[in-house]
C-alpha cells in the first residue's frame, strides 16, 4: 500500500452471531451503524488528522448507539448498574489510557485518551475514574442514560438462571427506544473497537466495552488491559479485541499479535491468525480481532459465528461484514 494513504478497522463485538439469530431489520440496523463508525472514522483520516483522533471519533459513534454493548447500549452488572471500560494507544510513543468501571462519563474511549494526555497514570478506576473525566471537563450523564431494556432482560434472565436477585430499575429509566430495541445479545463477547493507520504511517487502536452481563465483584475483562484487548505499536501493529476477555488477558492477545509481526516477520493477517484460530481456540477461549499495520495492511480473525466489522482505507470501498461465511 502506498505510504502516504490511511486505513481504518472498527468492530462491533463477535459471539453468536448467526443468520438466523438477527431478523432482517436487525441486520440492517448493525450493518447502518458500522458503516456509520467507519465513515466517521474516515473523514477524520481524510482530513489529515492522526490515527489517535480516528479510533477516538469512530468508538465514540458506537458508544453513543444502543445497539452495542459499550456507552449507552452496554449490558448490566448483576447490581444493575452498567459499569464501562476503555482503552485507546498511540502506536507512535506508546502512550496509553484507559478506565476500568466507570458509571457516569458518557463516552469513556474519550476518559481513557484523557487518562493518557492528561494524567502521570495508564489505568483509572470507579468512582475515581469518573472523578478524573469531571475534573477534564467530560461530559457526565445520570445511569438511567445507560438503560436499554433489552439489556435489562438480558440481566433478568441471567439472575434468574443463577438464582441471584434481580435489583430494581435505574431511576428514570426510559421506555425502549425503537433502535434500542433491536439489540442482540452477543453473548459474553459484546465490544467495540477501532484501528487506524494515518497517512503518516502511525497506527493506534482503541477499545470500549460494558463487559459482560451479569458480571460481579467489581469484574474488569481485556478491554482496559494494555497489551490484552488493546495494543498499538509502530513497529508492528494496531490491535482491538472482543471475546471471553479471561482468556485474552492469560493470552495477552494484542501484544501477542504484535510480537508475531515485529519479532517474526509475520504478515499481519497470519499473525491474527495464529493467535486466534490457534493459540486462543486451543486455550478454550471465544473471540475476534482487528488489525492494522503501519503498511495498511488489514486483518481480521475470529472463532465465533460472526463479528459485527467493517473496514475502509484510501482507495478501497467500505467492507461491512457480520457473518462468518462473509468476506
Known amino acids: 500500500m502506498n505510504p502516504t494513504t490511511w486505513s481504518l478497522v472498527v468492530h462491533g463485538g463477535s459471539g453468536v452471531i448467526d443468520r438466523a439469530d438477527l431478523k432482517s431489520e436487525q441486520d440492517r440496523a448493525y450493518r447502518a451503524a458500522l458503516r456509520a463508525a467507519a465513515e466517521a472514522g474516515a473523514a477524520v483520516l481524510k482530513a489529515g488528522a492522526t490515527a489517535v483522533d480516528a479510533v477516538e471519533a469512530t468508538v465514540r459513534v458506537l458508544e453513543d448507539d444502543p445497539l452495542f454493548n459499550a456507552g449507552r447500549g452496554a449490558v448490566y452488572t448483576a447490581e444493575g448498574r452498567a459499569e464501562l471500560d476503555a482503552a485507546i494507544m498511540d502506536g507512535a510513543s506508546l502512550a496509553a489510557g484507559a478506565v476500568a468501571g466507570s458509571t457516569r462519563t458518557r463516552n469513556p474511549v474519550s476518559l481513557a485518551r484523557a487518562v493518557m494526555e492528561h494524567s502521570d497514570h495508564v489505568l483509572l478506576g470507579g468512582q475515581g475514574a469518573d472523578a478524573f473525566a469531571a475534573s477534564r471537563s467530560l461530559a457526565q450523564v445520570d445511569p438511567a442514560y445507560f438503560f436499554v431494556g433489552r439489556r435489562w432482560r438480558a440481566l433478568e434472565k441471567h439472575l434468574a438462571r443463577e438464582g441471584l436477585p434481580i435489583p430494581p430499575r435505574p431511576p428514570g429509566a426510559r421506555p425502549d427506544e425503537a433502535l434500542a430495541s433491536l439489540a442482540h445479545d452477543e453473548g ?74 515485529e519479532l517474526k ?54 467492507e461491512v461484514a457480520i457473518y462468518k461465511d462473509e468476506s
Request: charged share 20%; hydrophobic share 40%.
Open 188 to 261: 459474553k463477547r459484546g465490544t467495540v473497537g477501532c484501528v487506524a493507520r494515518d497517512a503518516a504511517g502511525h497506527v493506534a487502536a482503541a477499545t470500549s466495552t460494558g463487559g459482560t452481563t451479569g458480571k460481579r465483584w467489581g469484574r474488569v475483562g481485556d478491554s482496559p488491559l494494555i497489551g490484552a484487548g488493546t495494543y498499538a505499536s509502530d513497529r508492528g501493529a494496531a490491535i482491538s479485541g472482543t471475546g471471553e476477555g479471561e482468556y485474552f488477558i492469560r493470552l495477552g492477545v494484542a501484544r501477542e499479535i504484535c510480537a508475531l509481526v
Open 265 to 318: 516477520g509475520f504478515r499481519l493477517q497470519a499473525a491474527v491468525d495464529q493467535v486466534i484460530q490457534t493459540e486462543l481456540t486451543a486455550l478454550g477461549g471465544q473471540g475476534g480481532v482487528i488489525a492494522v499495520a503501519p503498511d495498511g495492511q488489514m486483518a481480521w480473525s475470529f472463532n465465533t459465528s460472526g463479528m459485527y466489522r467493517a473496514r475502509i482505507a484510501d482507495g478501497r470501498a467500505l
